[in-house]
């Protein structure tokens, strides 16, 4: 019985950002656990590895902008035509939170700002409110928000010197705002048997930033296990909110960040 619990079989899910960095292991884990998967993207990234899956039928690429409503609405519209059903939603896309001069507190605009912020978390509320609909026409479901350890603590400025990987002030602001989003979403969904939780994963530096071996030894050193996450690292908790073995878990933030912010 308890072995069934992770079991994803007879699971639809959508993902958005699942052709990216940390979500195409999220979409590798989920098909491997037995879901059917529609990832939602602005750019659509195949890969060899998953052509026998796509195949099947049990995955398919949808394009999707994610500041646009209806671009939502029928990406939705699309899943359910192909799927029947909306058991899972993973919001994992973040965009627009600024780079370089213009990504630092004193010298960033509004536009850039309100961009961050919409990327981060008018992401989560549009595909949140167009994917309730769905989830009540099959009894409930799994929301599952990507928040960050910046929605928790603020970057160490010190860490970060020349790197060129700075956190921008409206990633964190739009992050702690997906946390609170989760929370509210779960509170004022629960009704439809629905449940909403966030994960907040920690340093997982992508291939070019870890080629900066001064920044990584910082970054790690950060961490009570001394070291930065693996893509793969997250995908134990995406597949815990996504099934069964967390049906008593709603407005919860997991922290999956190596320690960072335990200390």
């Known amino acids: 019985m308890y072995k069934e619990l992770f079991d994803l079989h007879n699971k639809s899910v959508v993902i958005t950002g699942g052709s990216g960095f940390l979500g195409s292991a999220l979409v590798e884990a989920l098909l491997e656990f037995g879901a ?21 039928g049990r995955l398919r690429h949808l ?11 029928e990406m939705l519209r699309l899943h359910d035509q192909a799927s029947g059903k909306l058991d899972v939603l993973i919001n994992c896309a973040t965009y627009g939170a600024g780079y370089g001069k213009g990504a630092e507190l004193e010298f960033m605009t509004d536009e850039v700002w309100n961009m ?17 609909a769905y989830m009540r026409r099959s009894g409930g479901g799994s929301i599952i928000n990507f928040a960050s350890m910046y929605g928790v603590v603020s970057p160490d400025p010190s860490i970060y010197g020349d790197s060129g990987a700075n956190n921008p002030p409206n990633y964190g602001a739009g992050k702690a705002a997906v946390v609170q989003l989760t929370k509210y979403s779960a509170a004022h969904l629960a009704k439809y048997g629905i449940r909403c939780n966030s994960i907040s994963p920690g340093p997982f530096p992508n291939t070019a930033v870890s080629e900066n071996a001064a920044f990584l030894e910082r970054l790690s050193a950060k961490t009570m296990l001394g070291r930065p996450g693996k893509p793969r690292e997250v995908a134990g908790a995406v597949l815990l909110l996504a099934s069964d073995a967390s049906s008593y878990m709603t407005g919860a933030n997991l922290m999956v960040d190596g320690g960072w912010t335990a200390w």
């Open 63 to 73: 394009l999707c902008d994610l500041s646009s409503t209806e671009s939502i609405r």
């Open 116 to 132: 961050g912020l919409d990327g981060a978390a008018g992401t989560a509320f549009r595909c949140t409110r167009e994917a309730i």
């Open 36 to 56: 059917e998967v529609t990832i939602a993207d602005i750019a659509c990234r195949s890969s060899p590895a998953l052509e026998q899956e796509a195949q099947e």
